[in-house]
């Protein structure tokens, strides 16, 4: 029997591990140079130098992010349900109210027009969510924003290096948050980056990142440690060097999934769009569980389901939607299926994924 091609496969070179046994070997292992270098490299690889404020998870991004800001009890925050639930978390964990609008279902982002519609007296800020590596509208958001005054911030968990119209996702809000979570574009073993459009927020961002001192020892406000060590840093520096060819390669796979898969509703981007793939999202209408069943058992071909649960019917955060219908993110919810798309990934494998996929798909799974 064949290997299982993973649905997801994090690259770890011996220069990432020379590089984590260079700062063991200096004894400076928190914060330090190499946080500060990783941000500097950061700001100028994706974000056309906005500043930067690494930290020690996406989720402690966004609620920094998101405190930085302003936000707290009594805001509401207008969010995806269709995306990880650490999106609405960070809302949650401010004290304000995360608000669910409906998606496009051609690009898995938040639809305007159910933004819009979504609006109160107290909403302050829109989240939208850049979802398997594929920019929200931004230029409807940012309309929508400006209209109604509100503040508009990025969700780039999944999408560093994507663009819209040219312009780098991370530019737009007033924060926006990338992961370095392993399974994401590149990785820092675990991390955030947080850019910020002013140096005010930037600011926030540095006090709130730990325990509210910028010098040692005079706390000027109440914060967190929420830093990013060098050892994670130095991983991450090195994942920068790399990362385009991984796009690369990663756009290259999708570009042939478009153009031999058969059975299935492939992914479409929207124009102006430069999608970075960081899933390749398909939809089976019918009997989506057979569909995977199939793949993996008859054909060891991985892949995953993001998301199968819509934010707003998880226990954690339904509390904050009663009654709500959203009815693009259930049948999203209900219909996608990520296949491999990773840049480990050989032609073999990818005639492999596709052999699978006419043979289940046409089997009618
Ligand atoms: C991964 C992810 C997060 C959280 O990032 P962590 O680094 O895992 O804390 C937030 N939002 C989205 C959309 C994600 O995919």
Known sequence: MPDLIPAA???????????????LRSGMIAQGPEVAAFEREFAEHFVEGRETVAVNSGTSGLHLGLLACGIGPGDEVIVPSFTFAATGNSVALTGATPVFADIDPITFTLDVSSVEAA??????????????????????????AERH???????????????????PVGTFGSFTMFSLYPTKNMTS????MVTAAT??????????????MERQYENEIVGFNARMTD?????????LTKVDAWTQKRR??????????????????????????????????????????????????????YYPIPNHRLPSLARYAPGLDLPETESAAREVVSLPVHPSLSHDDLARIVAAVEAVAGAGA
């Open 9 to 23: 496969k994090p690259l770890i070179g011996d220069d990432e591990r020379a590089a984590v046994d260079r700062v």
């Open 119 to 144: 609006i109160t007296p107290r909403t302050r800020a829109i989240m939208p969510v850049h979802l398997y590596g594929h920019p929200a509208d931004m230029v409807g958001l940012h309309a929508l």
């Open 149 to 167: 005054d509100l503040m508009l911030f990025e969700d780039a968990a999944q999408a560093h290096g994507a663009a819209l119209h040219g312009r």
């Open 189 to 192: 073993g675990e991390g955030g």
């Open 199 to 212: 140096s005010e927020i930037a600011r926030s961002l540095r006090l709130l990142r730990n325990q509210g």
């Open 231 to 239: 050892l994670h840093a130095a991983i991450g520096r090195v994942q």
């Open 252 to 305: 290259e796979n999708a570009a042939y999934l478009d153009a031999h898969l058969v059975g299935v509703i492939t992914p479409i981007v929207a124009e102006g769009a430069h999608h970075v793939y960081h899933q390749y999202t398909v939809r089976i209408p019918e009997d989506r569980a057979g569909f995977v069943k199939a793949l993996r058992e008859e054909h060891q071909v991985g892949s995953g389901v």
